[in-house]
């Protein structure tokens, strides 16, 4: 980075600390007689940053629709120093947490309405908090809806069928009050 050839000093300066500094920092010092080193490793700490969501399946949006009993695993992910604590909620409500490796899986088995929504991510260290959030949005599978159409078929069968069969009985008992008086 920097190198003299006088005063038997030479410094360092870092303008503009950021993440990229962390690391081993060498200074060799070098005559006729012989070299000498010394080192200084640089740690910087620095507030959640790069936020992702993504998913075994690729997700690349801030939304995503699934299937009703379908299955998803989505993972949130952020760079922090140190390890920042990451949460899922949903409506407001934690369904995930984990301290530390600054990567969270949420896997929902089986996919329902109720999952339709904002999941917000919150990551959070002592420098800082960051969120990010995926909207999912849960449609009827195609079996379900056939299966749903059936059953109100079925119960607007039946009730047609006890409808016929009330007015048929009203009918016949009217008749049979006609012919007897």
């Known amino acids: 980075m920097n190198s003299t050839s006088s005063h038997n000093e030479l410094w360092m300066e870092i303008p503009h600390v950021t993440p990229r500094d962390t690391g081993d920092h060498r200074c060799v010092a070098q005559n006729e007689h012989g070299t000498m080193e010394g080192s200084l490793f ?3 700490q620095y507030a959640p940053e790069n936020l992702t969501i993504t998913s075994l399946d690729g997700i690349k949006d801030s939304s995503i629709t699934l299937t009703e009993g379908d299955s998803v695993l989505i993972i949130c992910s952020v760079k922090s120093f140190p390890a920042s604590n990451l949460t899922w909620k949903h409506l407001d409500v934690t369904m995930n947490s984990t301290s530390s490796h ?4 949420m896997e929902i088995p089986h ?6 929504g904002d999941h917000q991510c919150v990551a959070q260290n002592e420098h800082g908090t960051m969120e990010g959030s ?6 009827y599978s195609r ?3 056939l299966h749903v159409i059936l059953i109100l078929g079925i119960r607007a069968g039946i009730f047609i069928v006890a409808v016929v069969l ?3 009985g ?3 008992c009217e008749g049979e009050t006609v012919k007897g008086s």
């Not at 995926?134 to 449609?139: P, R, S």
């Open 134 to 139: 995926l909207f999912i949005t849960v449609q």
């Open 102 to 105: 600054n990567e969270l899986w």
């Open 166 to 168: 009330t007015v048929a």
């Open 170 to 172: 009203v009918c016949v």
């Open 143 to 145: 079996g379900e809806s």
């Open 111 to 116: 996919i329902t309405p109720r999952d339709t």
């Open 42 to 44: 640089i740690t910087v």
